[in-house]
Every structure is written in C-alpha cells, then in structure tokens.
C-alpha cells in the first residue's frame, strides 16, 4: 500500500503487537483478547486503507494519531481495563475523538464548497462541523451499547451516566473543533489544529482548488 509517505516506525510496531497479540491469545484460547486485538488492528488500519481507496494524502501526524487512539480506546481500553484503572482515561479519548472527528466534519464540508471561503458563512461550516462530530459520537455509543450486549464487554459501565458523561464530552471537544474552523476561515490560521487544517488541505489540494483563491 503506498500512501504517498512511508509508514511511521511506531504505527508499524503497534499493527505488528496487536497482530502478535491476537496470535498468543488465539493459541491460549482467550477469545475475547483475540477479537479484541484483531479488531483494532482492523479499526487502525482503515484510515490508511480509505485514503489509498479515495487517493487521499493523509499527513502523518493524522496517521499516528488515529493509530494511538484506536489503540488506546480498544486495546489499552478493553483488554487491560485503563477505563477502570484511571478514571479520566474515557474522558480524555472522547473529548480527543471529538476535535478529531470535528476537524474531519470541517474539511468534509469545506471540500464540498472546493475550499471556497466565500460560498457559505463561516459560522454555517463551524454549525455543520459541530453536528458532523456530535453525529459521530452518538454512533460511537451506540457502538459501544452493541458491543456490551452481542460479545458482553462492559465498554458502557455505568450505563446512562457514562453516555450521558461521553455525550457532554463529545459536546466540548466538537465545540473546540468548530470554533477552530471558524477561525481558521476568518483568519487563516488557528494554533496548532489550524495548522493540521492547512497541511491536510495543501497535500489534498485537488479537493479544494477555489481555496487558491485570495481572500
């Protein structure tokens, strides 16, 4: 698979653990550690798997970051419980998954204008980016209430109060990601999610040609 840029060295050894992973589970008969790793190795390798598909460029920060997080909230998650060890643990990768999915949501929307900035209102996009990311983190519970009830993991805990909790969190970090993208729009610029705005764009720019365009 070529994606325009080498594999990070840290990307490769996390596939390379999880397939190990599964493989020693698999001949001891831990069945729930086994789907647990195959699963993330696969949810961690569907990224680059649809940018080949879709000729994206994806950034490598991009990369590094949904191959941790995928890691981190399936594997770490699950298989060794860190969601009951350290109690800020789902918190932190939900509000992380939020401005992640809510920069996703702004660069879908601003690609559907070719990176216009004069075809839609900035605080339009912001609004859409805001509901592209809540949208993914209500499937996401919904995923996890699927996962509790067909293999019996415990991905929800405590049921309401984790979704509720999840959902308030999710609320926050799409919050950040569309303010980022309103900026970004008004501005150019944004700290350092900004910046992983542009670079994503100037390595797709064929996705977002009227973006040349001064402003």
């Given amino acids: 698979m070529k994606l325009g840029h080498d594999i990070n060295p840290l990307m490769g050894t996390i596939w390379a653990l999880l397939f190990l992973a599964a493989l020693v589970a698999l001949g001891f008969a831990r069945w729930s550690l086994a789907f647990v790793s195959f699963a993330t190795l696969g949810?961690?390798?569907?990224?680059?798997?649809l940018a080949f598909r879709w000729r994206l460029k994806l950034p490598l920060p991009f990369?590094?970051?949904?191959?941790?997080?995928?890691f981190a909230s399936i594997f770490?998650?699950?298989?060794?419980?860190?969601?009951e060890r350290l109690w800020w643990w789902d918190l932190a990768l939900h509000g992380a998954a939020a401005i992640g999915f809510g920069l996703f949501g702004f660069l879908f929307v601003f690609m559907l204008f070719e990176g216009d900035?004069?075809?839609?209102?900035?605080?339009a996009i912001a609004f859409i980016t805001f509901c592209v990311a809540m949208t993914v983190?209500?499937?996401?519970?919904?995923?996890?209430f699927l996962m509790d009830q067909t293999f019996g993991l415990n991905m929800q805990k405590s049921g309401l109060l984790d979704t509720m909790g999840d959902l308030i969190i999710n609320a926050a970090g799409a919050l950040i990601a569309s303010?980022?993208?309103?900026?970004?729009?008004?501005?150019n610029s944004a700290g350092w999610l900004g910046h992983a705005i542009a670079q994503f764009i100037k390595l797709n720019?064929?996705?977002?040609?009227?973006s040349r365009r001064k402003h």
């Fill in 205 to 210: 720019q064929w996705l977002y040609e009227k």
């Fill in 179 to 187: 303010i980022t993208g309103y900026v970004y729009l008004k501005r």
């Fill in 137 to 144: 983190g209500a499937m996401w519970e919904i995923f996890e």
């Fill in 117 to 123: 900035r004069f075809a839609a209102p900035p605080s």
């Fill in 43 to 49: 949810l961690s390798l569907i990224p680059p798997i």
């Fill in 63 to 70: 990369l590094l970051a949904t191959t941790v997080f995928v």
């Fill in 76 to 83: 770490l998650g699950e298989a060794f419980d860190f969601y």
